[in-house]
């Protein structure tokens, strides 16, 4: 079945340093979805990429999705201490209507 | 944006109680709702695919007479975790989409803490 990978795992960074997370999948993708989970919290819809390529920028956060829609990456300026928490990508599955299929999330920490 | 409410947002339940776990999506029809499990600083586990009207459809290894799941309506999925014990104890999270087939954003209840002792 579709599989969704990210790395790393954890990222300690010191605050004002930068940060990114990749993802990647199994199958292509028709989107690529990214959420936010704060710690002892529920993941947050940040955004959503449908074309191949594209870049989206929130701020300090900016967001790519690979050409051949496998792939992604949310990279983050400048980390201040209330981007902690952990950063999932999801993907449609593609045989099971809008069932996402997470990856294992990247927790980032920032020390202060 | 959509809100999904889900309640208890904790539970303390002692074992072989059955504990249920309601979602509900407060603006919007939701034909269909997924339930999660996370554990500590772990990934979302899909456990089941909740379908209205009808039975809902598992994950390979989960109990479907453990955790029994109902969609009656259109805005209201629930979850029993039945005859919990202490390994039951864990995050339990529902998530539901605007668009039943369209690829658009979940939104996700706020979670239930399960603690069983």
């Known amino acids: 079945g579709q599989q969704v990978m990210q790395i790393p795992q954890y990222q300690h960074v010191q605050e004002g340093e930068d940060f990114t997370t990749y993802c990647n999948s199994s199958?292509?993708?028709?989107?690529i979805q990214w959420y936010k989970q704060r710690p002892g919290g529920h993941p947050v819809f940040l955004i959503q990429?449908?074309?191949?390529?594209e870049v989206k920028k929130q701020k300090r956060l900016t967001f790519q999705f690979g050409e051949a829609k496998k792939n992604s990456s949310l990279h983050i300026t400048a980390t201040q201490t209330t981007d902690v928490g952990t950063y999932f990508c999801?993907?449609?599955?593609?045989?099971?209507?809008?069932?996402?299929?997470f990856g294992g999330g990247t927790r980032l920490m920032v020390k202060p | 944006g959509a809100v999904v409410s889900q309640h208890p947002s904790w539970v303390i339940c002692k074992s072989g109680t059955s504990v249920k776990i309601e979602c509900r999506s407060l603006?919007?029809?939701?034909?269909?709702m997924f339930w999660y499990r996370q554990f500590p600083k772990q990934s979302l586990m899909l456990m089941a695919t909740?379908?209205?009207?009808?039975?809902?459809?598992?994950e390979q290894g989960v109990e479907k007479d453990k955790f029994l799941i109902n969609h009656a309506s259109l805005t209201l999925s629930t979850l029993t975790v039945t005859s919990a014990h202490p390994e039951d104890s864990s995050f339990y999270i529902c998530?539901?989409?605007?668009?039943?087939?369209?690829?658009?954003?979940?939104?996700f209840g706020q979670g239930t803490r399960l603690t069983v002792v």
């Open positions: 998530s539901a989409s605007r668009n039943p087939m369209g690829n658009t954003e979940a939104f």
């Open positions: 199958t292509t993708l028709s989107n």
């Open positions: 909740s379908n209205e009207g009808s039975k809902a459809t598992y």
């Open positions: 999801a993907g449609p599955d593609n045989n099971a209507g809008n069932m996402l299929t």
């Open positions: 990429l449908v074309k191949s390529g």
């Open positions: 603006d919007f029809q939701a034909t269909t």
